[in-house]
C-alpha cells in the first residue's frame, strides 16, 4: 500500500469559524529556533518574545487602553477612600496602575502574568499560521515534526502554570511587569490552520538551521456571549 501524500496545511479543532461580528485581529512574528518538544528554557524564551508584542498592543490599542484605565482609576479610587480633595490620577498612571494590579491576580512564581484570552473573558480564539522552516520537503505531517514543534509553540503562548515550566532561577526583567502572554490556557484556542512552506534564511542572517523558523500568526478572537465587555480590543 502506497504511504499516504503528506500534505503542506491541515486544521486542528471542529469548532464553526470565528465571526466577522465584534470580530479582533491582529498579527505576532516569530524568528528563531523551535524544536519538538522544547524544553522550559526555550519555551521562555518564546515567551518572551510575545510578551514584547503584546505589550505593545495593550499600550497602543486604544480599547486595550481605556480598559487598562478604568482598571487602574477604579484602583486609584479604592486606595483613596474616604480621603478628601485626593489628586487626580494621570491618564498614563492610570493605565499603569491598572496593567500592573491586574497582573498581581494571576502571579506565578513571581511573574506577573497579564493574559489577554482567559476563561473568564469568554473568548473565541484561533490562530491561523504561516510555518517556514528549513527542511528540504515542506510537509508538515512528516514525522510529526511540526506537531511537536507547535506543542512548543503553543507553550510559548500561554502563561506557566508552576515553577517547573520556567528555567531555574529566573525572576522578570525590569520591563516585564507584568509579563504579557497571549492565553491563560492553550486549552482556549478553538482552532488551528497551518502552511508551511520552506525557510531560505531568517531576516539578517546568512546561515541557517534546521531548528530555525520564521512564524507569522494571525490572532482571531470573538466573544461568545452577548454582553460581553471584559477583554475587547
Request: net charge negative; hydrophobic share 35%; proline share 5%.
Amino acid at each position: 500500500m502506497a504511504n499516504p501524500t503528506p500534505l503542506s496545511y491541515f486544521e486542528i479543532g471542529s469548532a464553526p469559524p470565528i465571526e466577522k461580528e465584534n470580530l479582533v485581529e491582529f498579527h505576532l512574528l516569530y524568528s528563531g529556533s523551535l524544536h519538538s518538544n522544547g524544553d522550559r528554557k526555550e519555551k521562555h524564551a518564546i515567551r518572551k518574545v510575545f510578551h514584547s508584542q503584546l505589550q505593545q498592543l495593550w499600550h497602543l490599542d486604544s480599547n486595550l487602553r481605556q480598559m487598562a484605565e478604568r482598571w487602574g482609576r477604579s484602583d486609584y479610587a479604592n486606595e483613596l477612600h474616604g480621603v478628601s480633595n485626593a489628586p487626580l490620577i494621570s491618564t498614563d498612571d492610570a493605565i499603569t496602575k491598572g496593567l500592573l494590579n491586574k497582573g498581581k491576580e494571576w502571579n506565578r512564581n513571581g511573574f506577573n502574568f497579564l493574559p489577554l484570552v482567559t476563561k473568564a473573558a469568554v473568548l473565541r480564539c484561533s490562530l491561523d499560521i504561516l510555518f517556514l522552516r528549513a527542511e528540504e520537503k515542506n510537509y508538515v505531517l512528516q514525522g510529526g515534526d511540526v506537531d511537536g514543534r507547535i506543542k512548543t509553540l503553543f507553550d510559548g503562548l500561554r502563561m506557566i502554570n508552576s515553577s517547573n515550566e520556567l528555567p531555574t532561577g529566573t525572576v522578570p526583567d525590569a520591563d516585564e511587569d507584568p509579563f504579557f502572554c497571549l492565553l491563560e490556557d492553550d486549552e482556549l484556542i478553538s482552532g488551528v490552520t497551518i502552511n508551511t512552506s520552506r525557510l531560505l534564511l531568517l531576516p539578517g542572517s546568512k546561515t541557517i538551521n534546521k531548528s530555525d523558523v520564521y512564524l507569522q500568526i494571525t490572532v482571531k478572537l470573538n466573544p461568545t456571549r452577548i454582553g460581553w465587555d471584559t477583554y475587547i480590543v
